[in-house]
T-cell receptor, first 112, second 112 residues
Framework: GENVEQHPSTLSVQEGDSAVIKCTYS??????FPWYKQELGKRPQLIIDIRSNVGEKKDQRIAVTLNKTAKHFSLHITETQPEDSAVYFCAATLGEGNQFYFGTGTSLTVIP | DSGVTQTPKHLITATGQRVTLRCSPR?????VYWYQQSLDQGLQFLIQ???????AKGNILERFSAQQFPDLHSELNLSSLELGDSALYFC???????????FGPGTRLTVL
């Protein structure tokens, strides 16, 4: 099955700096890549996603890039704010009838 | 609020016991997914149901079982509980088979 690896496991940045989290996947047939944010004690919430027919997607301060050849995708957060502090999970799936494979998470701390 | 509800919010029980966790998907969503999240761990996919049928199976123990009812709510049954089953159990739903998943608030299970 699919194998998703996520790095780094922890990340600390100064407020206003950028944060980048990277994930790699093993199955070239994976076609949907969501990113979830989970604040302490709360549910994971989708923050951005990308499909395999797109190389980049941006939503305000958040962007995701996908390199299908290298089989990796990254989350970019610019102008970080303290409220961005959370655990971020990437995931990959082959689509219908297939489960989501989640990365192990990145704990992001934004230092005011 | 994602529209996905889970009950109970907290559950404390003893080893060897059996519990049932309940999930109601968002109105109109046909798929229900169950995940286990242990302390400081990522999201482990357990099982998916789509319109009443089992659709995908992950690392679900034989002591665990699930079903989706005609009204599309789902139940996860955990039996012969062990200390290691203590975790946060999330339910998620999506409109179809695959695609964006919306997570419920989770049920925190503590096995003493």
């Amino acid at each position: 099955g699919e194998n998703v690896e996520q790095h780094p496991s922890t990340l600390s940045v100064q407020e206003g700096d950028s944060a980048v989290i990277k994930c790699t996947y093993s199955d070239s047939a994976s076609n949907y890549f969501p990113w979830y944010k989970q604040e302490l004690g709360k549910r994971p919430q989708l923050i951005i996603d990308i499909r395999s027919n797109v190389g980049e997607k941006k939503d305000q301060r958040i962007a995701v890039t996908l390199n299908k050849t290298a089989k990796h995708f990254s989350l970019h957060i610019t102008e970080t704010q303290p409220e961005d502090s959370a655990v971020y999970f990437c995931a990959a799936t082959l689509g219908e009838g297939n489960q989501f494979y989640f990365g192990t998470g990145t704990s992001l701390t934004v230092i005011p | 609020d994602s529209g996905v509800t889970q009950t109970p919010k907290h559950l404390i029980t003893a080893t060897g016991q059996r519990v049932t966790l309940r999930c109601s998907p968002r109105s109109g969503d046909l798929s229900v997914y169950w995940y286990q999240q242990s302390l400081d761990q990522g999201l482990q996919f357990l099982i998916q149901y789509y319109n009443g049928e089992e659709r995908a199976k992950g690392n679900i123990l034989e002591r665990f079982s699930a079903q989706q009812f005609p009204d599309l709510h789902s139940e996860l049954n955990l039996s012969s509980l062990e200390l290691g089953d203590s975790a946060l159990y999330f339910c998620a739903s999506s409109v179809n088979d695959g695609g964006e998943q919306f997570f419920g608030p989770g049920t925190r299970l503590t096995v003493l």
